[in-house]
């Protein structure tokens, strides 16, 4: 007979738990920010997440500037990220961190992927800011000029790259791309390529600072991001810790899904903030075969495939998290509400009172 978990488990049914986490966090102290993402994924896990995301150079801090060229710092955040791949495979949850990386000479700004204890992949940031407060060419190399496919580490080649879809071995609706904080700012982002090969599940380790407005605009992008590319989006902003020189940083984590927000966290927390949702990615791929736009565009034949083991949701768990609405066709916004009403009322004086909140909607 079919368990409970077999019937109704949110992988068979098409969900994924994930977590966008801002731990505490000190500038360029590696071993306690190893310290506090290994107790997130802790706190993930009894909360049945699959998957976390942390913000970007979460293992070092994005605010390190000239300290990105000590090699004791380069070689701990190595260390660093081999413990939390450990992690992932004892305490049964997937993750993406960032961390610097030197290849060939050449430092990057990158996210890996770890799972089943293991570093699966590492996705080098594209577009560098070097405008306003920010100056990350000054220690950061462009994605463009990524040059070997696998890198060593430890024992293990680890693929590298942009071109990277990291794609769950047991539930194939789970497709994960990977683009980093000003990525998703640019006017063509690696998202848009990565969904239209097959990526369902879009993630962001941002340290994006705090400015007047900028959260509302941020909030916007997102959900922007995530209707036009038919896909879930998955954005992890660093937390105050990083607040050490002349920006402030917020902690800023969101999870939207086909134009919806789910989430967010509270801003300007010190303590972890974390924000949970259950992301229905068999209804991304199902609203991708009815978009004719989404099937009519060209989708890049050059990226690599880089397999992951995504953790399984427990049955004892809840069985969503994510907001259900009782009136799904209709919007939630109370600007709108006056424009249904007037468009219901010239159906009535048309002589059809009876029509639908769908019917009333596309017109």
Known sequence: MPTPE??????????????????????AD?????????????????QDVQLA??????????????????????????????????????????????????????????????????????VPKTYLPTYGEFYERRWFTPASAALPPFVEIGQQAVPFGVDLLFSAVEMADCVIGIEICEDLWAVEPPSGRLALAGATLLVNPSAGNELLGKAAYRRDL???????????????????GESSTDTVYAGHGLIAENGS?????????????????????????????RNTTFSQAAPSSTLRNAPFALPRSEASQPLLRRPLARTPFV?????????????????????????????????
């Open 222 to 240: 997102v959900r922007q991001q995530s209707a036009r590319c038919l896909a879930a989006y998955v954005y992890a902003g660093a937390g105050p």
């Open 6 to 27: 077999n019937l109704f488990g949110r992988s068979r049914l098409g969900f994924v738990r994930v977590a966008s986490i801002a731990p505490a966090l000190r500038v």
């Open 30 to 46: 590696v071993d306690y920010n190893v310290e506090q993402i290994s107790a997130a994924l802790a706190q993930a896990a009894a």
């Open 261 to 289: 927000l789910l989430v967010e966290t509270e801003r300007f927390c010190f303590d972890k903030q974390m924000a949970v949702a259950d992301l229905d990615l068999q209804r991304m791929n199902h609203e991708r075969v």
């Open 53 to 122: 995301i942390f913000p970007e150079l979460c293992i070092t801090a994005y605010s390190c500037a000239d300290l990105f060229y000590q090699g004791h710092l380069l070689h701990a955040a190595l260390g660093g990220l081999r413990r939390i791949a450990q992690a992932t495979g004892t305490e049964f949850v997937s993750c993406v961190v960032g961390l610097p990386l030197l290849v060939a000479g050449r430092l990057y700004n990158c996210a890996a992927l770890c799972a089943g204890g293991r570093i699966c992949g590492l």
């Open 331 to 363: 919007p939630t916004d109370p600007a709108r509400a006056p424009n249904i009403a007037a468009k219901s009322s010239v159906f009535r004086r048309w002589g059809w009172p009876g029509v639908c909140v769908t019917s009333v909607l596309s017109v």
